[in-house]
């Protein structure tokens, strides 16, 4: 199935509001996922050390309806705003933060102001940095059209290309107008990436069929392998996070309050405060130790610490703080 990027979130919020019992099903017959352990909110398990004493000072939130981004800074656990912006005319999609706090996002906005299809990259009070351009792919079978992006922590920065049916990646030495080095091209409905924050793996949401999604694995510079599908909790990657064990926590397309861990060893769920939470959005700090869920429906952001034993065995993770003040929450990233 093929359908433009814009189309594909619209599927992804209705499913979410309308479809309750979508994401059981969901989970259980995705290829590579078993039958989920929903893991009761009343036993915690312990977080990470340092987790529980991590802050969240800031975050970048992508409205979808609009395509504006809002950049939050935190104080005393309420969100202020600190910049409004509409990359590309209000053309944005996808959303990534790098330890820096530049804000990252692919956009291919009509009459080609700023570009016709790039990577914008902003300041966290929205000034322009600079614009990655999309390549021209040889054998494409359509014209560029960047649809979702993610960084790792060396500052290499993923695209997926809906147009040319790939995903690629600009590193530091590439971002001065070199080349970027292609990861997989022709995979059906590369519509969304996430890189794990080391680099290692990066996933794609394309070639897999519906709510899946593939990893390729960094063997030696520019060249990858194409791991096995697995299932996810919604439509595409857009609004997930992903951490170096493959651990992928994304929303739950028809299930309130919760979120989905998915890996290509099976999967799990956790809770949130809120039993009615309309989950838009995760997003993982650099070291994948906080874990931090918005709540479109209260508008709110909850932190939750890394178990032990990772997202997927550890069980229901250890709440460690609620951050509020937001507005028009979607899509997050942090730094």
């Not at 017959?29 to 036993?43: I, K, Y």
């Amino acid at each position: 199935m093929t359908y433009p990027r814009r189309f594909e979130r619209l599927v992804m919020q209705t499913i979410r509001t309308r479809c309750p019992f979508f994401a059981a099903f969901f989970l259980t017959a995705c290829a590579g996922l078993s039958s989920p352990r929903v893991m009761p909110a009343v036993e915690p398990a312990q977080g990470a050390a340092h987790a529980k004493t991590a802050q969240l000072n800031e975050l970048a939130n992508l409205d979808y309806g609009s395509g504006t981004i809002t950049v939050f800074t935190i104080r005393n656990g309420k969100a202020i705003v600190k910049a409004s912006f509409k990359p590309g005319h209000g053309y944005a999609q996808g959303i990534a933060m790098d330890r820096r706090s530049r804000v990252y996002t692919s956009m291919s906005p009509p009459g080609g102001n700023p570009c016709a299809a790039c990577v914008g990259v902003f300041t966290d009070t929205g000034k322009p940095v600079a614009l990655l351009l999309a390549p021209i792919l040889p054998g494409a079978s359509g014209a560029p059209s960047p649809t979702d992006v993610s960084v790792d922590v060396h500052g290499n920065v993923y695209v997926s290309d809906y147009g040319q049916q790939a995903v690629y990646f600009f590193s530091d030495d590439e971002r001065a107008g070199g080349a970027p080095t292609v990861i997989v091209q022709g995979s059906q409905n590369a519509a969304s990436v996430l890189a794990t924050p080391d680099g290692a793996n990066v996933l794609v949401s394309g070639g897999c069929g519906f709510a899946s999604v593939r990893p390729y694995t960094l063997v030696t510079r520019g060249h990858y392998r194409q791991g096995s599908c697995y299932g996810i909790g919604t439509i595409a990657l857009i609004g997930g996070a992903v951490d170096d064990a493959l651990d992928t926590l994304t929303p739950v397309d028809g299930i309130f309050g919760v979120v989905s861990v998915s890996s290509p060893s099976g999967g799990t769920l956790f809770y949130t405060p809120d039993q009615y939470a309309g989950v838009s959005g995760v997003a993982l700090n650099h070291d994948a130790s906080v874990a931090y869920v918005a709540d479109a429906t209260l508008q709110v952001v909850y932190a939750f610490a890394r178990p032990a034993q990772g997202w997927l065995l550890g069980g229901q993770p250890e709440l460690i703080a609620t951050y509020t003040g937001f507005k028009n929450l979607d899509i997050i990233a942090v730094p």
